[in-house]
């Protein structure tokens, strides 16, 4: 059977229009949250679900014994109804973005397919995942769409692509032993280009602390435009992130577009830490680059710093003007390591 790239399918870059947002529905276990926030988690995935219904449907993995109250949660925050699809889909874990499948779109005919990645819970960190690992067949199955099988390890969260066949990555996660120890980075390279479509991959060096993932690209970097990067810097030496955000900084500077010219860079700073008295991460992986791009809106994290929340969503109004910024208190949703980009993954019209 042909890859993905041989039958002319790639990987849109988020901006293009989408058909739906796929959530995977919070778990209710000692796991997650230290099972002390339960309510308060399925309040804010509720808030979250209904914020992206009012721009395009929303689909969640749940299981069917939990949906009703899933839908009631929903309609008490004002969601859109006639938006909402549910799917019987156990799952391990919230993290749609990474054990999600990742779309690709062919590009003459326009039809959307699966492409299905190995998951592993980040290098094998948070078992069990095999539930999670099963969502991108049974979405394939359930939405009956064309699957590709990518063949290696690989979350959503690492990659971030552009429209020109572009994509930008970490050294800390995808060649970490703890992925996939048999390929070298030139292996991985031709997987990406054949399971996505895309042509330059781009690779930045690590990510910021108390990021479970090893360094996830989503809490470091995001193309806004095919030559247009926002990048996260500290400038607080003092900072755990100051130096990692600076080389990353100075790496983006060198890279190339497709054109051969140089990148324009945008500088998000960084909130202030945000730290939990004795929780498992000493600092937590907070980033306003974590947002998520709707059709004609973007849900932006906040982090309950008035100036620095309403700097970021000053950023983000400039940047995507023609959109709707909505902000979303994600302090809690963090402590588990990740926000509103992360619980989440687009699927292309």
Known sequence: ???????????????????????????????????????????????????ISHFQTVRINAPSINQEKVRALF????????????????HNDVWCRDHGPIFVKQETTG?????????????GKFPPWELDD???????????????????????????????????????????????????RAEIETMLRDGLGVTDILWLRSGIEGDDTDGHIDDLARFVRDDVVLACIDHDTRSAN??????????????????GKGFDLLEMHMPEACEVPGWRLPVLPASYVNYLLVNHGVLVPQFRQKRNDHR??????????????????????????????????????
């Open 242 to 259: 100051h130096e990692v955000l600076t080389r990353n900084w100075h790496d983006l500077k060198n890279m190339r577009t497709s054109a």
């Open 134 to 184: 099963a969502i991108p067949s049974r979405i394939a199955e359930a939405l009956q769409m064309k699957k590709f099988t990518g063949g290696m390890i690989l979350e959503g969260g690492a990659i971030e692509i552009n429209s020109t066949g572009q994509l930008l990555t970490t050294e800390a996660v995808l060649l970490n032993p703890n992925r996939n120890p048999h390929l070298g």
């Open 312 to 349: 970021a969503l000053d950023i983000i109004r400039e940047i995507f003007p023609d959109r709707e910024v909505v902000g979303i208190d994600c302090l809690d949703l963090v402590e588990e390591g990740g926000t509103l980009h992360c619980i989440t993954q687009q699927q292309p019209a």
């Open 75 to 90: 309609l008490e925050k004002k969601g859109n109804d006639r938006h909402l699809e549910m799917f019987d889909h156990p």
């Open 1 to 51: 059977m042909m890859n993905a790239r041989e039958s002319g399918y790639r990987m849109p870059a988020e901006w293009c229009e989408q058909v739906a947002i796929w959530l995977s529905w919070p778990v209710a276990d000692e796991r997650h949250w230290a099972g002390k926030k339960q309510a308060l988690i399925a309040e804010k995935f509720s808030e979250i679900a209904a914020a």
């Open 111 to 123: 039809e959307v397919a699966v492409t299905d990645w190995g998951f592993n819970a980040w290098g």
